[in-house]
């Protein structure tokens, strides 16, 4: 029971919302999220679902819609906010389908299926207006919340002298609550919550909570874990850390650029991506040169990457992108140089490199367990 109050009082700190529900990590809290606001043939949009988003939202019977900004899809172009919503693009969304049949709107900050990229505070209040205009709740995804305090407090006017954390606090005044994934910023090794200020809905959330994941005081989680996810969200929000963060991700991502590589750029906050259309041209999406180029680098160098692009997201794939997520407080320069290297040899034989098929395929969440054979 302390360590919940613990837990409860850093996430009220910082995220403000009334209601802090603990789950065992980022996509229980989706599950429970969906399950409780959303039925058959209502829609979600958001800038990109992650993977996980998307599946729930799905398994809800509901349809997941991508909203993003057009700098967000093209990945050699910079933009300081490629991880905005389209707001026009949602108003129309609303005007085609009517409000009724969205139960909410999801921000992902930031943006990771996008390439890790930031979403504005002016974009975070466009989207708010239109769905207060609409009466429909804002909910964040907020995995990243801190990285994507920190790219605002760089690139957005007027917040220069803000802190990261008071940053943190006006996105999420802007919302009616989140989702949370505690290995993210919370800097923890599992754990995740889901926050709300409507007490109807925590209450149904909570019942939920308690068939699946464990009471609403640990929610499946070690007395430890909720200790540790107190401390983890407090130092995601520190200056020291987020720039070291922040500039090491550049340092990959720059020294791969430098020697042709194609990136989605500029880099993400947690994570470099590689555009692997435009690395490997003569391998088309429905031959998945993402996981190609994936394959190819674990071969070269044992460096495990994740695509996300055709195999993920069939249809909605919107790039076909190498991520190269980068552990907190794992690596040192000479790890990343041996990235670095492992990554411009593969690039040096490109053109040997084949794309695979699908061999097997599950109903959701495919690229989990798919096997591929080679072409
Ligand atoms: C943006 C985003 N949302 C949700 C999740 C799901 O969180 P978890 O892996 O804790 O279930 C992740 C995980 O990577 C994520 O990046």
Same mark, same amino acid.
């Given at each position: 029971?302390?360590?919940?109050?613990?837990?409860?009082?850093?996430?009220?700190?910082?995220?403000?919302?009334?209601?802090?529900?603990?789950?065992?990590?980022?996509?229980?809290?989706?599950?429970?999220?969906?399950? %409780?606001?959303?039925?058959?043939?209502?829609?979600?949009?958001?800038?990109?679902?992650?993977?996980?988003?998307?599946?729930?939202?799905?398994?809800?019977?509901?349809?997941?819609?991508?909203?993003?900004?057009?700098?967000?899809?093209?990945?050699?172009?910079?933009?300081?906010?490629?991880?905005?919503?389209?707001?026009?693009?949602?108003?129309?969304?609303?005007?085609?389908?009517?409000?009724?049949?969205?139960?909410?709107?999801?921000?992902?900050?930031?943006?990771?299926?996008?390439?890790?990229?930031?979403?504005?505070?002016?974009?975070?209040?466009?989207?708010?207006?239109?769905?207060?205009?609409?009466?429909?709740?804002?909910?964040?995804?907020?995995?990243?919340?801190?990285?994507?305090?920190?790219?605002?407090?760089?690139?957005?006017?007027?917040?220069?002298?803000?802190?990261?954390?008071?940053?943190?606090?006006?996105?999420?005044?802007?919302?009616?609550?989140?989702?949370?994934?505690?290995?993210?910023?919370?800097?923890?090794?599992?754990?995740?919550?889901?926050?709300?200020?409507?007490?109807?809905?925590?209450?149904?959330?909570?019942?939920?909570?308690?068939?699946?994941?464990?009471?609403?005081?640990?929610?499946?989680?070690?007395?430890?874990?909720?200790?540790?996810?107190?401390?983890?969200?407090?130092?995601?929000?520190?200056?020291?850390?987020?720039?070291?963060?922040?500039?090491?991700?550049?340092?990959?991502?720059?020294?791969?650029?430098?020697?042709?590589?194609?990136?989605?750029?500029?880099?993400?906050?947690?994570?470099?991506?590689?555009?692997?259309?435009?690395?490997?041209?003569?391998?088309?999406?429905?031959?998945?040169?993402?996981?190609?180029?994936?394959?190819?680098?674990?071969?070269?160098?044992?460096?495990?990457?994740?695509?996300?692009?055709?195999?993920?997201?069939?249809?909605?794939?919107?790039?076909?992108?190498?991520?190269?997520?980068?552990?907190?407080?794992?690596?040192?320069?000479?790890?990343?140089?041996?990235? %670095?290297?492992?990554?411009?040899?593969?690039?040096?034989?490109?053109?040997?490199?084949?794309?695979?098929?699908?061999?097997?395929?599950?109903?959701?969440?495919?690229?989990?367990?798919?096997?591929?054979?080679?072409?």
């Amino acid at each position: 029971m302390p360590s919940f109050e613990r837990f409860r009082q850093t996430v009220q700190e910082i995220f403000g919302y009334k209601h802090v529900i603990p789950t065992h990590q980022g996509r229980a809290a989706e599950r429970i999220l969906f399950s %409780v606001m959303c039925k058959k043939g209502d829609v979600v949009p958001n800038n990109t679902h992650f993977d996980t988003t998307r599946a729930n939202v799905e398994f809800a019977g509901a349809e997941a819609v991508d909203l993003l900004v057009p700098e967000g899809k093209d990945p050699a172009r910079s933009y300081p906010f490629k991880g905005n919503m389209d707001v026009a693009a949602l108003e129309q969304l609303i005007d085609r389908i009517g409000a009724r049949r969205i139960p909410l709107v999801m921000l992902t900050i930031t943006n990771n299926s996008g390439g890790g990229q930031p979403v504005s505070l002016e974009n975070m209040r466009a989207v708010r207006a239109v769905c207060q205009r609409h009466a429909i709740p804002l909910y964040l995804d907020a995995c990243r919340f801190a990285e994507n305090a920190y790219f605002i407090k760089l690139r957005e006017r007027g917040y220069e002298h803000h802190t990261p954390r008071q940053i943190a606090q006006e996105i999420f005044s802007l919302g009616d609550g989140c989702t949370m994934s505690a290995k993210k910023d919370g800097l923890a090794n599992i754990g995740g919550f889901l926050c709300t200020n409507n007490d109807s809905l925590a209450q149904q959330e909570e019942n939920l909570l308690i068939l699946t994941e464990g009471y609403p005081t640990y929610g499946g989680l070690a007395g430890r874990d909720l200790e540790a996810i107190a401390v983890g969200l407090r130092e995601a929000l520190e200056e020291d850390y987020l720039h070291y963060r922040i500039v090491s991700t550049a340092y990959l991502g720059r020294h791969i650029a430098d020697q042709g590589v194609p990136i989605v750029q500029p880099p993400g906050g947690h994570a470099v991506y590689i555009d692997a259309r435009a690395f490997l041209p003569n391998i088309p999406p429905e031959h998945f040169p993402g996981v190609a180029l994936a394959c190819e680098l674990f071969l070269e160098a044992g460096i495990r990457s994740v695509e996300i692009g055709t195999l993920m997201f069939g249809q909605h794939a919107a790039m076909d992108l190498v991520r190269l997520a980068i552990p907190r407080r794992v690596y040192t320069q000479s790890h990343i140089d041996y990235v %670095v290297e492992a990554i411009l040899n593969v690039w040096q034989r490109r053109e040997q490199i084949s794309g695979l098929k699908l061999t097997y395929q599950a109903p959701f969440l495919r690229h989990f367990t798919a096997q591929l054979q080679p072409l």
